[in-house]
Every structure is written in structure tokens, then in C-alpha cells.
């Protein structure tokens, strides 16, 4: 306890001394769960190889409260893990110890800083190790603040669910948040009550008690064998803690949050903490080591559908998972318990080991998601594209991860029919334009959505694959490529009067409407988007110039989808762009009903092109 | 009982009958809910005064298992709400009987179908309830699916924060979700021990026993003084059901979700209803009469600050809350404790009645919300703008609606400084640009902020206000006027070779870059496009042809915000438009650092704009 006692003033001296050194930040926050990291990190539990940051068998721990990265960097620069002189950098353009824990910081998991998704991606983590079968366990520090995120709650039904006992939660209940007194203050009962009844081995401590909180611990990481009752279970240490702990004049004080020392605070409080030894560093336990697994690769085998047969994207994106699993052995599938509509269900039977029911929990899903990716995997997430929306924090999150997800939104747009409004995918693919260095596919048929599946799989960053309810007829043979950034001229001529841009269902609107002013002796291009992120700027360009005008058909809002993204991109050269896109409140109807009412069916896109040719003429 | 027995079975007569005629819908899911409902309506308990669907004392029920729309459609039909005739129009095109509920049926409090809502709606409901002093009491009906979604705990949690001992739920556990059972099953009691940690009154009832609903309805609504325990508490029932109950070959049967009986299953299903008399009607209890107060009206008084002098426009925001207070009485002002940070404080202090404490849980807060703006109130919620990325779906929900919401993001962008990624709100334009008849304003001084969230109080819709956190200096007198739709030419003359078009903090960067180019004798237009949606097109339009190009800058991505919103208003006139926006990884850092880093500084649209004039010389 001694030890502790020494490390934990250490990480406190760092904590004051770093961030009034940047002039922000939250020490009051750091200081309150000080002492519980110390225990963790320094009591003999958690084990890491400083030297191998990403050793598949270390123990992983989550900042969840991003916002105490004071105390974070200085725990890594404690153990040992950085240079303690670079603490001083904390906060400063170009610093790798930015406000909230980033991926420059060799020791975060994922960055936090939304509060409430920690502990998702603590599941993720702790559901790799058990279908990997390592014994790493995954930690995750929580603010008392943040477990009013609902996004907690689904997380801790899920671990509960799959019976996570390698995942150890502790939250630090310091009382304050922001602006006041969170809902339950000191009351660390009623933290354990909801927590039991959600199926959660609680132990209450006081998180400044190293005797209890190294007792709970233990606890928590005995063999199941130990402690019948809470096999296969979660552990929750509820800590009550004191804000601004250690330093008379901020502990338990409100009006101290994200405040930091002046210099004159500084020295004031810096003699409450006894002697430090700040040249002091302290080895954690190190892992176990355990040979990594790896599966061999192979090839997907070959797409097979016969041009003119009806086939739901969705359906093409349920056969493209279990056809490319050869391909990508790290696949893990999730989905919001809408496999059978999403197509996911296929997967499920096929690789039960690899398929994880999240419920209709679609952040947690998108956080547990994140954790798989952090340990390896390569994961598909699939419900309605509307209810993506639910995540759109979680994906915002990912993004400053670097992370390799990959999202699947079926039942698109209003062609989805009877169902209504609430379940129209309709600002999707502004969602996962608006994700720095995403990719956003829409296919229009089983192929294209086949490959573009399998290349997806195999890219990086945040990709979206859009699928629609409807089937579709098969319009590619099966060798054809669809690179990523590319596009499709279907039809073109030298006397084009205007180029229609289409994805998806509307691209087989645009084919009809093709037919009908063909009749008519009115050539048009038609092109396929099917990459509406990256976008073949070559293409549209010259199309446009040939063409004079480029109309896109989106079933989407106007807004952020494909007809921004044409636009926008066709905005330096001086063209001509016009969009149809839904600009009604969509109702319940069949699909065909639907596109003519939001004006973007067929004859929608005829009247557009008659009247672009008038308008030339006059 | 009889009588329970005999609506009942009617009910379900109906909600068969339209779901086979409409050929899609969810039946088996109405079923189950069919006997809790029908003695909720005719047991004497709901007071519903039919021809005034929106009297302000009437009871109010929200149907957050929106699928259930057969049994919601039957029960009003039932209740002579309206001609049943109108049952066999049930998901048909121009039908008011949409697949989920909707607007066009009048006794619709709020469009449901992404589950997990409807409890929020309900929270928001009661809260007015208690503000206004009415008695009337608000029923939500839930699937036990949707319980896992992470909302529904928010809205646990803020029911008994308020005590909502006038708010009643009732969980229908018919254990089959879409794909698989439930994660509880049929252990009804896992749902009551989560409710009751979460500080609920709960009942667990069989879901088909009239004898054990009524006796928990009753309970729920017995006077406060009876029972001292349950006071200030929000009652659950949770209700153990089957899934198609009363029909043998659907009750309890899985795959028989969303599925309708063909005309043949209908006819072996309908004679195990017994006795139908289908031209039957029940009265709903009346509602308690009781005048509505109307609060007087007043003007707001006037705006002053000192231009040149530095006010943040996140303060303005504050201000104007309390400043036009009397201007519209019925405001509500939610905040997710952050409210320091936000400036909602001030009229938290203010008016405390009317300030409503929605802690860390966005969702929730959105939700409230809107029930808040069902029961006539006026509602202005904040957070930091990353975080209303939180609530996206619920407001997407809330556009279906027709809600009247306000919505301030603080914190926009990378001018944030040092807190880094996660803080920053960057996708918060492009979300609120694409729900349909939205506004979107983009203040840049403390003026034009206030004359902007006093508009935005008396519009409609979805209005959101971006805000700043940085002081920026006043520019506009104080009797300026901002109409939504307009923008501000602020710099401009004959031989502007460029029109930079900015709002927020890029307007004053923009500002800046006028003067380092007047001294290079290159004269720009400078226009502060305040408000992004509506666009001022004309004067954009105008600029565009007077200048040869537009250059958009803004502290948000390039996706979906105010750069796409002018490229794709323009694109039809063949206009150049190029746009600075923020392309590369944020980080922290001190405001200035961050602008030149992303290339949205003046020094970079200087940059900008030499490049233009090179480009037009070559």
C-alpha cells in the first residue's frame, strides 16, 4: 500500500503540473480516479507490454471519461510507456497528448471524449478475447456523469448477455458533474442497483481505499472456479470518490470542473501531496504470452447470378458475407436483431462463432464494432439504414479512430413502400459522407453489390454499403470490376442532351426513362454511381461537358447525398447540375407510388430531360 | 369483463382484418398488446374526449411499438373515433392509416416506428402535465423488444429524476422479437427488478388477465395519499403476453412477425374471435373539464451591445433565452448538463420552472422535447453541437412530427481549440440541413445571434442555431434585422474578383483576408451567409455572375454544410463555386493554430484567392 500511496502522489504531481502547464483540461477529474488506476495499474492486476503496445495478449484499458486524460498520460508515463518530459506538452498543436486521448497516443485503445461509448467498445474487446480464446482482460473507467448515456445501458445488457466475465467496469463516482450534482450524487447504491439488476457482479468501494479497491479487484480477476456464483459475469466496482481528491481546496468543491491551477494554485497545492520523487517510473505485470493464431487466406469464390433476375441488394449483401469469409477469416458480423431483413441471418447460420446478436441497440452495436476492430477483426454492422442514425455519435467516434468498420443500411429510401416514413433510410448517405476519408457505395444490383461488398471488406476507413428492400434486376455479368471511385456509363451516345446520375433503385429509373426518350428520339447518358464516395470526377466532368447537363435521381434527401456530392465536386468547373431528390414528407404506399410522388421515378426524370431540351431550345 | 372480453375480441377482429386487406403490417404484435389495451381505453381509465383530439386535459397515449398501428387504428376505431370503414384503407397511398402512425391520424400524439422513443415523448408529456398543473395522465406502450434500446433507460432514468407519478408505462413482453426471442424471454421479472433499480413503481400482470390489468391500472392512478410509498414515482406494469394471442396457429409461434394471414388464414382465424359484432362502439371516459390558461404576450425587449466589443455568440444565445422570454411564454429550455458551457444557465436561473435538467443523455433530451412541443410548449435545447449527433434519429423522428423544436449546438467546429476531435462539431450542419422544411442559422456576431434565436422562436419546424464557443467581435448595429432566408452583403464593389461567402467564425477570417487583399488592391465580395437554410439564392446568384467565382469557407466538414448547400443552390446556373472546408484529421490546439491547419483561415482564403485571380489571368 505504501508503493501505491508514493505512485498515486506521483500521478497527481504529473496530473497538476501537466495541465496547468497547457492552461486546460481536467485535473479535478483525473485527481478523483487516481488512485483507482493506480491500484490497477501498479497492485499487481493489469498486464502490459510497454514495449509492444498492440501485444495481442496485454490487458486493455479504456479511458471512458476522455476527459481525464491528465490522469491517463500520466499513468502510460508512470509505467513507464513515454518520456515523462513530453507531459509538458500536453494539449499543444502537434503534441501526440492531445485534450481528449487520441490515436497518436500509442496507449489509447480508441479516443474518447463522447462520453458513454467506453464501454461498448470494452465489450468488443472482451468478445474478441473470448472468440480468440485469450485470456487478456479489458478494463474500462467510467465517469459517474456519463452513465446517464443510454448507450451504457445497452452496453451493459450486452455484456451481460454474452457472459463477459473478462470484463472488469469501474465507475468513478465523484459526485460533481459539469454544471452540478449528477442524479444520483454520492449514492453508490443506487449505481450497484442498477447494475446488479442488469446482471453485473457489483463490488461498492471506496475508490480511495487502496485496501478495498485491491480487494475488489482480486476478486473480479479470481478463476471462475473460485466464485460459482459470478461465473460468467461482468464485474462493476462502483467508487465512491471524492472531485479534486488529494488537494484540499478542490476536493469535493464545485465549480472545479475543466479548471485548471494558476501558477500560484499550483505551488499551493503541489506540498499537499508529500515528497515525489517525479524521476520514479513503476514496470507493470507483463503479459502472459500466448502464440498469436493465424488463419490462413484464401480466395472468395466467384459471383454468380444470371443477368435479368431479381435480386435484392440487401439480399446480394447476405450472400456476400458468406462468400467472401475465405477471403477476410477476421470477419465478425453484427447486427441489430434484423438479420432476416438485412440478409445478415445467412452469416449467422453459416458462422455462428462470428455472428453477434446486438439487439436493437445499434450504438452499442456501432461501439462494440469499434472494439472488434481494435482487436483484429474486420466487422460488418447491418440494420435499416434509418436506424444507423442511432449511431451517428458512435461512427462520429470511429472516425478519429482510424477505424476499418464496415456499416451495411438496408430498406433505403421511400421505395421501401408500406412501412412509411420512420423506417426510410433518407439522410444515410449524408451521414457517412460527412466521415473524413469514408467510402459510400450503392449498388443497384446483386453483382455490383457483391463486389463492392468484397472490396469494402478489404479497404480501410469507415465504408457504407446502401442496400435497397426491393429486388432488382441483374444488370452486370459476373466478371464485371467495380473499383472503388469509379462509376458505369450504361448508355451513351455522341448527341446525348443530358447525362442522368443514378444509384441504386433510381438507376433503374433512369434506364426506363432512357427507353422512353429513346422513343422519342432524345439520347441521354445514363451513369451508374454506384461510388457515391470517393466520386469519378473524371467521368462526370467530361459528361457534363458532352452532355451540357447532369440531372441526378437520388432516393434520398437533397440534401448531403448523391446529388450534393455531384454538384459539389462539379462546382469548380462551371456546370450545369440539377437534382431530384425526395423534398416531400414520405408517406406509406407501394414503391412505385412512392417514387412518383417524391418525383423521382421514370417519368419524373422524362419530364426533367423534356424540360431541359425546351429550355435549350428557347 | 365481459364487456373487455367482447371489445376485445373486436379489436383483434380488426386489427386481422385491415392488416389482410392492406397485405402487410404486423399483426401478431397487436395481438399480444390487444387485451392490455382494450382495457386500458374501456376499463374506465383513459379519459379521451374523441371529438377534441387535442384538448389540453385529455389523456394521452403514445404507441412507442409504432408497428403496432393495426391495434392502435382498431382501438380508435373502436372508440368512435372515427368511420371504421376506413380500417380497409390501412397502408394504402393517400390512406391516413399509415404502416406506422403518423400526423394525418388525429389521435397520433407523435410518429412512431424507430423503437426505443416513445417513453422520451412520454417524459416530455407529463413534465408539461406537472408544469401547467393539469391532471391528465400519459400512457406509453412499449414492446419489450425496444427495451434494450439504450433511450428507453434515459428516459427511465429523467421519468423518476421528476417524479412522473402521472406517467404510466406498460411493457408488452410477448418474448419474440423479429428474428429470435427476446434477450429476457419471458422473464418478466428481469424487466421489473431494471425498473425498479431505475426507480419505477412496478407491477408485473399477466398481459391477458383483465382481472390482474385493471387491478394495476387502478392502482397506477389511485390518488398520491393512498399509497405514500409510490408517490413522485412513474408506474410500470410489465406485462407477460403472447405473440398473436386469441388465434391458435399464431399465438406464441415464432416467424410470424410482420406477417398478414391470406385471405384463407384469415377465414380459419376470424371464427376463433367467437361472436363478432363489428358495427359496435365503446365511449371513452370523458376528460376532466378545466379552463387552459393563456399567458399574456409581450414583446422581447431590445438587443444592445457595443460593436467591436467581444462576445461569444454561445453567451448571446444565453442572453436572448431570457431576453424574449416574454415574447414567448410557453418556452422550455432544455439543456444536457452542460449548461455552463452552453449558456442556457442564465435562464435556468431565471426561470427554473421552465428550465428542464435533461443531464448527459441526449436522446432522452431530444425526446422530451418533443413531447413538450405536443403539449404546447415552445422547446430550445442545447448541447455541444458534436453531441446533438447523439439524438439524430429522434430528430429525424421529430420532422415526421412536424415538431417545432429548437435546437442550439455550442462548440461548432475546430475554433474550439485544445479539447481536439471529439469536442468538435463538424457534421452538425450537414445533419440539420437534411431533415425536411428545417432551418439552419449560423450566427457569427452576439447581434445577429440574438435577432436569430428570436426568429427562430416564432418559425416552425426543425430550426437549429449554430454557436461559437470563442468571443468574436459585435459587427452589426443593434437595430439590424436578420430575416431567415437572407444574408448580409458586408464588403463589396464593381471589380470584386472573387465572392467569399462565410458564416460563424469564418466570417471574421473571411473579414480579415478583405483587408490583406485591398492592400494588394484586389477588391473580393464579402457575404455572411447566416442563414444556411433557407438559402439566399438571389444574392448568391448575383454574386456569382458579378465575380466569376464563389468561394465557400466554413468550420465544418466539406460534406452536407454551408459549402455543398451553395454549390448545389448554384449548380443549375452553371456557377463556380469552390469550397474551404475542414478535410484533414482535427486535433488539439490553440484556435488560430487550427484554422491555418485545416485551411479555413484568412491567410489560407488569401491564399484562395491569389490562386483565382492567377488562374483568371492564365
Redesign the interface.
Known amino acids: 500500500m505504501l508503493k501505491l500511496n508514493r505512485l498515486a502522489a506521483l500521478i497527481r504531481h504529473h496530473i497538476l503540473t501537466s495541465s496547468t502547464a ?4 481536467h485535473p479535478t477529474s483525473s485527481l478523483s480516479a487516481a488512485d483507482l488506476m493506480a491500484a490497477l495499474f501498479f497492485g499487481g492486476f493489469f498486464r502490459f507490454d510497454v514495449k509492444r503496445p498492440q501485444y495481442h495478449n496485454n490487458d486493455r484499458l479504456i479511458f471512458s471519461k ?1 476527459h481525464a486524460s491528465p490522469l491517463f498520460y500520466a499513468l502510460w508515463a508512470v509505467a513507464d510507456g513515454f518520456p515523462k518530459k513530453e507531459l509538458n506538452t500536453f ?5 501526440r497528448l ?3 486521448p ?1 490515436m ?1 497516443f500509442p496507449f489509447t485503445e480508441v ?6 461509448q467506453g464501454l461498448s467498445v470494452g465489450v468488443g474487446m472482451a468478445l474478441a478475447a473470448k472468440r480468440d480464446g485469450l485470456p487478456f482482460k479489458t478494463y474500462v473507467l467510467l465517469g459517474d ?2 452513465v ?7 452496453a451493459m ?1 450486452s455484456a451481460s ?1 454474452y457472459r463477459l466475465d473478462n470484463l472488469v467496469a469501474i465507475i468513478d463516482v465523484n459526485r460533481l ?4 450534482e ?2 444520483h450524487g454520492h449514492d453508490v447504491r443506487a449505481y450497484a ?2 447494475a ?3 446482471g453485473w457482479d457489483v463490488t461498492v468501494v471506496d475508490g480511495h481505499s487502496f485496501k478495498e479497491i485491491t480487494q475488489a479487484f482480486k476478486k473480479a480477476l479470481r478463476p471462475a472456479a473460485d466464485g460459482a456464483s459470478t461465473k460468467g459475469k461482468p464485474t462493476m466496482l462502483v467508487a465512491k470518490t471524492f472531485k479534486g481528491r488529494g488537494i484540499s481546496f478542490l476536493e469535493n468543491k464545485p465549480d472545479w470542473h475543466g479548471k485548471t491551477l494558476k501558477a500560484d494554485e499550483l505551488a499551493q497545492a503541489l506540498p499537499e501531496l508529500g515528497e515525489v520523487d517525479t524521476s520514479v517510473t513503476e514496470a507493470l505485470k507483463r503479459p502472459r504470452l500466448i502464440a498469436a493464431k493465424k488463419d490462413a487466406l484464401h480466395k472468395a469464390a466467384a459471383v454468380s447470378y444470371t443477368k435479368g433476375e431479381k435480386v435484392a441488394t440487401r439480399k446480394a449483401y447476405g450472400n456476400a458475407l458468406m462468400r467472401i469469409r475465405p477471403k477476410y477469416p477476421h470477419m465478425a458480423v453484427l447486427d441489430a ?5 438485412t440478409y445478415a ?1 445467412g452469416f449467422k447460420k453459416k458462422f455462428p462463432k462470428d455472428f453477434f ?1 446486438m ?3 445499434e ?2 452495436m456501432a461501439g462494440v464494432g469499434l472494439g472488434l476492430w481494435r482487436r483484429g477483426k474486420v466487422p460488418f454492422l447491418s440494420t435499416f439504414a ?2 444507423l ?2 449511431a ?2 458512435q461512427i ?2 470511429a472516425q ?1 479512430a482510424g477505424a476499418h468498420m464496415i456499416f451495411c443500411g438496408s430498406h433505403a429510401g421511400v421505395s421501401i ?7 426510410m433510410g ?2 444515410d448517405m ?2 457517412f ?4 476519408a469514408s467510402t459510400v457505395v450503392y449498388p443497384s444490383d446483386a453483382v455490383s453489390c457483391e463486389k463492392l461488398t468484397e472490396a469494402v471488406g478489404g479497404h480501410e476507413g469507415i465504408c457504407y454499403i446502401r442496400t435497397t428492400r426491393q429486388a432488382t434486376p441483374v444488370i452486370y455479368d459476373n466478371d464485371e470490376q467495380f473499383p472503388l471511385g469509379g462509376s458505369k456509363t450504361l448508355r451513351k451516345s455522341a448527341r446525348d442532351v443530358a447525362t442522368i446520375v443514378a444509384a441504386g433503385i433510381t438507376l433503374h429509373e433512369a434506364l426506363e426513362a432512357y427507353e422512353v426518350l429513346k422513343k422519342e428520339n432524345i439520347p441521354v447518358r445514363v451513369i451508374d454511381l454506384y461510388s457515391v ?1 470517393p466520386l469519378d470526377i473524371k467521368t462526370l466532368k467530361r459528361a457534363a461537358k458532352e452532355t451540357g447537363v447532369v440531372i441526378t435521381v437520388e432516393d434520398h ?4 447525398g448523391l ?3 455531384v ?2 465536386a ?10 431530384l431528390a425526395v ?3 414520405p ?4 414503391p412505385a ?2 417514387l412518383e ?1 417524391e418525383g423521382i421515378s421514370s417519368a419524373a426524370i422524362v419530364k426533367r430531360v423534356l424540360q431541359v431540351c425546351e429550355h435549350k431550345r428557347t
Do not use: C
Open positions: 497547457a492552461g486546460s483540461g476522455g494539449r499543444k498543436f502537434g503534441s492531445e485534450g481528449h487520441t497518436d479516443p474518447t471524449g463522447s462520453l458513454g456523469s456519463e446517464a448515456e443510454g448507450s451504457v445501458w445497452e445488457q448477455f458533474g459539469q454544471s452540478r449528477t442524479v442497483r442498477k446488479a439488476a442488469f436483431e434484423v438479420s432476416n431483413s441471418d446478436e439487439f436493437i441497440a450504438q452499442n434509418a436506424f442514425t442511432r451517428h455519435d462520429r467516434m478519429y413502400g408500406e412501412d412509411g416514413a420512420s423506417q433518407l439522410d449524408a451521414m459522407r460527412g466521415i473524413l464516395k434527401h437533397a440534401e448531403g446529388g450534393e456530392a454538384a459539389s462539379l462546382a469548380p468547373y462551371a456546370a450545369t447540375v440539377e437534382s423534398r416531400k414528407m408517406r406509406s404506399g407501394k407510388e412512392l410522388y
